[in-house]
Structure formats: structure tokens, C-alpha cells
């Protein structure tokens, strides 16, 4: 029996806000080869990918320090000022989900983000944040997608199996690791075609 799917699981960077961290030290260096040495060298997506996965900001940022001390204060910004480099939310995702909220489909998140600094955009942004039912945050947990633990505790938690949600994500891994558990899964592009895909599975918006 073919199981319909009536949960959305999104993720957030990417998806419901524009990230980088470009956003925040554009603020504290100079347009030019010094802030895009400075991004590609030392303030990394990859470094930062230790906070999504459960590593304190307080670690990680010693160690950086050390590696490249002309640098350290600027290094010690991204705890502190990290919701700077959250960007404007994404065109039309922000109004999606409060017509799926609106037509009473339960909505839920997964996201790659820190432990630490998640709460603050959490509590910044309740009036999107309220409409999840649940969401799982990868450094809370230790587990980082792709893995697909981190899928499986999630449709645990949410109380879904895999073949009840849809899952939204920009990271064509993401996405081909939770459509391999069953999940139907959607490579993000844009507001309008995620909506069109989303009528598409039978959701009234």
C-alpha cells in the first residue's frame, strides 16, 4: 500500500535563511583579497562545521586562534556575533510555511547547526520557529546529516516513518542520504518550485 506523505521535515540554513560567513566579517574587514584570504583560510565553512557536529565554540576557537594568532580577535567574534552571519530569509519560504501551518500539515526541522548558538535565532525568530512541532539540532545530538542516524532520530522523535515525511534540503547529500532511508526527499531550488512539488505530493498550498 502506498503510504502519502502529510509532515514536512525542512532544513534551515540555505533553506529558510541565506547563511555565510561572509555576512559577518564583510562588517569587520575591508571588501578584497584580505576578507576573501581571511574566509578562505581561517573562518572556514569546514571549521565551522566542528560547532554543527557538537563541539564547543570555546574549543575550536583556542585552537584557531593559535593557528593564526594575527587573527585571534577576529576569530573570537564568530561566537558572539554568529547570528550576524544569518542572512534575510529566503524569498517566499517564510510565507510557505505558514500556509503549510495554516493548513494544518505538521511541520518539523532538521538542521546542521550549533548547539550553542541555535537557541539565540530560535528565540529571535519565534514567530517561524513556533509553527515547528520539533526540531533536531545537530549539535544537541552529535550527529550531523548526512548521517542517516540523525534522519532515524528524527522520525523517531517526530513519531513519523520515513514514508509519512518530506524532507527539504539545498545539500544534494542531504537529500540522497534521507531519500535512501525511505523519506521523500526534495533537492531545494526555490519558493516556488518547492511549492509546486509540494501540491504535487497532495498538500493544499
Known amino acids: ?9 525542512f532544513d534551515v540554513g540555505k533553506v529558510l535563511y541565506d547563511w ?22 581561517v573562518v572556514t565553512e569546514d571549521w565551522h562545521f566542528q560547532h554543527d557536529a557538537g563541539r564547543p565554540f570555546a574549543q575550536t576557537a583556542v585552537e584557531l586562534a593559535a593557528k593564526f594568532p594575527e587573527h585571534a580577535a577576529l576569530i573570537h567574534q564568530w561566537g558572539p ?14 510565507d510557505l510555511v505558514a500556509d503549510l501551518d495554516a493548513a494544518g500539515v505538521p511541520l518539523f526541522a532538521i ?17 517561524l520557529f513556533d509553527r515547528f512541532r520539533d ?17 532515524r532520530l528524527a522520525l523517531d522523535r517526530f513519531g513519523l516513518k520515513a514514508a509519512e ?6 545539500n544534494p547529500v542531504n537529500v540522497a542520504s534521507a531519500s ?10 526555490d519558493a516556488p518550485k518547492l511549492r509546486a512539488k509540494l501540491r504535487g505530493l497532495g498538500f493544499a498550498v
Not at 556575533?81 to 517564510?94: C, D, N, Y
Open 1 to 9: 500500500m502506498t503510504v502519502t506523505p502529510h509532515a514536512v521535515i
Open 20 to 41: 555565510s560567513p561572509r555576512f559577518l566579517y564583510e562588517r569587520l574587514i575591508p571588501q578584497g583579497e584580505a576578507l576573501d584570504a581571511f574566509l578562505r583560510d
Open 81 to 94: 556575533r554568529f547570528l550576524e552571519s544569518i542572512g534575510a530569509p529566503i524569498a517566499g519560504m517564510h
Open 111 to 127: 538542521t546542521n547547526f550549533s548547539g550553542e548558538f541555535f537557541p539565540e535565532l530560535r528565540a529571535r525568530d519565534a514567530h
Open 135 to 151: 526540531i533536531v539540532v545537530s549539535g544537541d545530538e552529535k550527529l550531523v546529516k548526512p548521517d542517516p542516524a540523525i534522519y
Open 165 to 170: 515525511a518530506v524532507f527539504v534540503d539545498d
Open 180 to 189: 535512501a532511508i525511505g523519506i521523500h526527499a526534495i533537492l531545494f531550488e
